[in-house]
């Protein structure tokens, strides 16, 4: 079972940034999807930037123009640089990998923006 470790969450202030990282434990085969979901307290998860294994970009209209995924060529760790962080953005962010064979998630790592 390929783990995923993230890193580099913490508190910041509204304006700052942040840039998270996530490893996998060994080579994904297939991979389809490399991305970032959040979760905020009382919502659902969302997908918030992604890499397909065509290395086309998706993200969501909430973080477009502040946010930048980018991933490592032997494609084991994916990063998340933000930018002009704002409140909204505080959650637990998690790292996905998706295969053939389903979804890998992290184990996440909270996001606070504020004062």
């Known amino acids: 079972q390929v783990q995923l470790v993230e890193s580099g969450g913490g508190l910041v202030q509204p304006g700052g940034s942040l840039r998270l990282s996530c490893t996998a434990s060994r080579t994904i085969s297939g991979i389809q999807v490399m991305g970032w979901a959040r979760q905020a307290p009382g919502k659902e998860r969302e997908l918030v930037a992604s890499?397909?294994?065509?290395?086309?970009?998706n993200y969501a209209d909430a973080v477009k123009g502040r946010f930048t995924i980018s991933r490592d060529k032997a494609w084991k760790t994916v990063y998340l640089q933000m930018n002009s962080l704002n409140a909204e953005d505080t959650a637990v962010y998690y790292c996905?990998?998706?295969?053939?064979?389903?979804?890998?998630w992290g184990q996440g790592t909270q996001v606070t923006v504020s004062s």
């Open positions: 996905l990998v998706r295969n053939p064979w389903g979804d890998h």
């Open positions: 890499i397909t294994g065509s290395s086309n970009f």
